[in-house]
């Protein structure tokens, strides 16, 4: 239970505000054109466009397959498009590294790895480009550092667990703590009450169904909090949580190949089709999509008395 979450250790900061005016030009990120296959034949993202401005907080939504997860590798630097461009705060992604952080979907850490949680958290904060000894010397862990790991395990629920060894937390405990890794890279403490008149951090969070762990209760809290970071940062997450989470994104986009924008979170019976399919038998979405149009779908029972 991520109780922290709304603690209202930091006031929420909302970039539609008027200091949306006062933004920094160079967009957080900026693809144009993109194209991108893993065999050069079958595109798996085609004729991406794409303009995340600082401090806003997008959502991903799509199938499974549609190119959401290849999208965050190419932010990342992983990956190199086969044709158009892509910039993160105007420059290449593989040359700003220390200006995102990444939360992947599941962790694939040993569960005996041995390190404790804080040891972990501080592990986000390694310089690029050194290959981590544990042992110590590729990361900060001197006092201030230790400070700021162990703000973010409080702000994530996880206080009092930072001796506790990584490979006994729970699958939701471990997320949690991977984005207080991810964090870490950010050039401040962002659980020291920002100024909300402050420009935002030039630091790109990214995250990939980071709370696929995590119970219905958790996911809210988890969403309020990144929430709370929006302005502050930017963030993109691909993210099932549509319903639950909308009111926390600041922008959607649908992927499915290609990237379609949700403008102000449209929840039209059109794009409920996009993203769900056309749903013709008794269920929430089908009566969403329909009430739209002003009716509701007739359900007919079969003869084996089946709801199809």
């Not at 992604?93 to 040891?119: E, K, N």
Request: aromatic share 8%.
């Amino acid at each position: 239970m991520l109780h922290a979450f709304s603690s209202g250790a930091y006031p929420a900061r909302t970039p539609d505000s008027a200091q949306d005016s006062e933004r920094p030009l160079t967009p957080a990120v900026s693809i144009v054109n993109l194209c991108f296959s893993h065999d050069r034949s079958t595109p798996v993202l085609n004729s991406v466009n794409l303009t995340v401005r600082q401090g806003d907080f997008l959502a991903l939504i799509g199938p499974n397959g549609g190119g959401k997860t290849t999208l965050l590798h190419l932010l990342l630097g992983l990956l190199t498009p086969q044709k158009g461009s892509i910039a993160v705060f105007g420059e290449p992604p593989a040359l700003m590294s220390r200006h995102i952080g990444y939360v992947p979907q599941f962790s694939t850490m040993q569960p005996d790895f041995p390190a404790s949680v804080l040891d972990m958290v501080l592990m986000g904060s390694a310089s690029p480009g050194i290959w981590p000894n544990i042992r110590g010397g590729s990361w900060d862990t001197g006092v201030t550092a230790r400070d700021k790991a162990r703000n973010y395990l409080e702000l994530l629920g996880l206080s009092g667990l930072e001796k506790q060894r990584v490979g006994a937390l729970s699958g939701g405990q471990r997320q949690r703590a991977l984005v207080a890794r991810a964090l870490m890279g950010s050039q401040c403490n962002l659980g020291t009450s920002p100024s909300p008149e402050a420009a935002p951090i030039p630091f790109l969070l990214l995250l990939d169904e980071p709370t696929a762990s995590i119970d219905p209760e958790g996911k809210l809290c988890f969403y309020e909090f990144l929430g709370r970071l929006r302005g502050t940062i930017s963030m993109i997450v691909v993210s099932h949580d549509f319903f639950m989470a909308s009111p926390f994104f600041s922008s959607i986009a649908f992927v499915n190949t290609n990237l379609t924008p949700l403008e102000n979170r449209d929840l039209s019976p059109e794009n409920l089709s996009l993203l769900f399919g056309q749903h013709l038998h008794d269920c929430p979405i089908a009566y969403i999509q329909h009430a739209g149009h002003g009716r509701k779908k007739t359900v007919t029972p079969s003869a084996s008395g089946d709801k199809r």
